[in-house]
């Protein structure tokens, strides 16, 4: 019998356990690993350190909480970047530390780069999956490349056009509602919270062909969608939680899983009702005649789409681009509308002219609302909209990871394969700095 001695431990000779030679095999390889990713760490660290820190709050927190998801933490971010114009380097905990690219030069090393050498960053896009599925904000490869080749006619003008009508209503709605709060006396409203609202309430019509009239009374579906919103943004700056098992143990991970339940059952319901009523006079007879009298919503756009054999989307893909329409389509909306305000009100005398040109172009029009030929007749407004999306962008960063070494134009490195909490580096792409 092989003998192996362990007299070195004082334990002399014995006789050798399969069992041991599996737990010393074991052992010696988590070690090797230990010391791989120790080695990689360090080496990661130490080619990173051309990028400025700020001052951590401490060894083992990093720079968590440094930019909380409040209105002061806009202005510690602000900060930052006319501190560290160029870039700079933060740590989410003791090991995941995070580039962020301020100035346009470096960013465009970054955005140009092929999705092979910096693909989607897939810690943040993770949490979203149990939520949004294979849609396009979280697929990738091809078949990203394929739905995205299937998708484009959806946002086509010609398909635009008729929501003009939805729109206005859903505005008009929330201007009824923001007169009756005056009246009774609200000096200060939460122009996000009632924006947000009317851009669902709209997209709810263009997508689903439902009324759900969210902005005068609750809704269940939209309550789920504003909920999971903010969970994925606090999930996001509790890196303690990015790992499922952990975070759904919470109180918040439970909430998290309800509101997808109830999200995905809404969605499922309308395709499954589409999907019943749609055979019975032949597919493509009544998407043809939708689409002639201008009354396809989203969900016929996307039961019409083929690919270039002929293959149509499955339920699961409809939900997952539904799903991340409605979630994709209202935030960054509301963000955009609301900074615009904003800017108009710090402005008064833009905000002047801006009125006097809308006013101009209805003054013999009833009923008084814009159609999508006058857009191009607002030259000033379209201006200010535009300067406002430049200073203050509704997705504020775009997160990349790096495949391998990306040489920066000033020459300095983003090392591959530098370790955080889920094996890559995060690479965030500030918009901000656009100015």
Not at 98 to 117: E, F, G, K, W, Y
Not at 265 to 288: C, N, Y
Not at 315 to 323: S, T
Not at 378 to 388: A, D, G, N, R, V
Request: aromatic share 10%; with cysteine; charged share 25%.
């Amino acid at each position: 019998m092989l003998q192996l001695s362990l007299s070195w431990l004082g334990l002399g000779p014995v006789a050798a356990s399969p069992w041991l030679l599996l737990l010393l095999v074991g052992a010696s390889w988590l070690l090797v690993r230990v010391l791989i990713w120790t080695y990689s760490s360090y080496d990661n660290i130490r080619r990173l350190r051309g990028f400025p820190q700020p001052p951590r709050r401490n060894w083992f927190l990093g720079h968590l909480d440094l930019v909380p998801p409040t209105e002061e933490g806009m202005r510690e971010f602000t900060h930052l970047l006319n501190t560290y114009p160029r870039g700079f380097m933060i740590w989410m905990g003791p090991i995941t530390p995070i580039v962020v690219l301020c100035h346009p030069d470096l960013i465009r090393t970054m955005a140009n780069a092929s999705a092979a050498i910096a693909p989607k960053d897939v810690v943040f896009y993770d949490f979203l999956k149990p939520w949004l599925g294979d849609g396009l904000l979280v697929s990738a490869g091809d078949k990203w490349s394929s739905h995205r080749r299937m998708l484009t006619p959806a946002f086509h003008f010609n398909i635009l056009k008729p929501y003009m009508k939805i729109f206005n209503d859903s505005v008009n709605v929330m201007h009824a509602k923001w007169q009756r709060l005056v009246t009774e006396g609200h000096n200060l409203l939460d122009m996000f919270e009632h924006i947000s609202l009317m851009t669902l309430d709209s997209l709810q019509k263009c997508v689903f062909s439902f009324d759900s009239n969210c902005q005068e009374k609750p809704s269940e579906y939209i309550a789920a969608i504003l909920e999971l919103s903010a969970l994925v943004a606090k999930r996001n700056q509790q890196v303690f939680l990015h790992t499922d098992f952990l975070y759904y143990l919470t109180c918040n991970g439970r909430r998290f899983l309800k509101a997808c339940r109830l999200v995905h059952h809404f969605t499922d319901a309308v395709i499954q009702e589409r999907r019943r009523t749609l055979p019975k006079e032949g597919v493509d007879d009544v998407l043809k005649a939708k689409a002639k009298a201008k009354t396809l919503d989203f969900i016929d756009v996307l039961l019409l789409t083929q690919d270039e054999d002929g293959k149509g989307l499955s339920d699961e893909d409809i939900r997952a681009e539904a799903d991340t329409f409605m979630f994709e389509g209202h935030d960054t909306t509301a963000s955009g509308l609301s900074w615009v305000l904003y800017n108009l009100a710090k402005h008064p005398e833009y905000q002047e002219r801006c009125r006097q040109e809308v006013q101009e172009l209805l003054r013999d029009r009833e009923p008084k609302e814009i159609d999508w030929d006058d857009l191009v007749q607002l030259p000033f407004l379209t201006m200010c909209i535009k300067e406002s999306l430049r200073l203050h962008p509704p997705v504020t960063a775009v997160s990349r990871c790096c495949a391998r070494d990306v040489v920066l134009p000033d020459g300095r490195v983003i090392p591959q394969g530098a370790q955080s909490a889920r094996g890559r580096r995060e690479v965030v792409l500030s918009a901000e700095t656009s100015s």
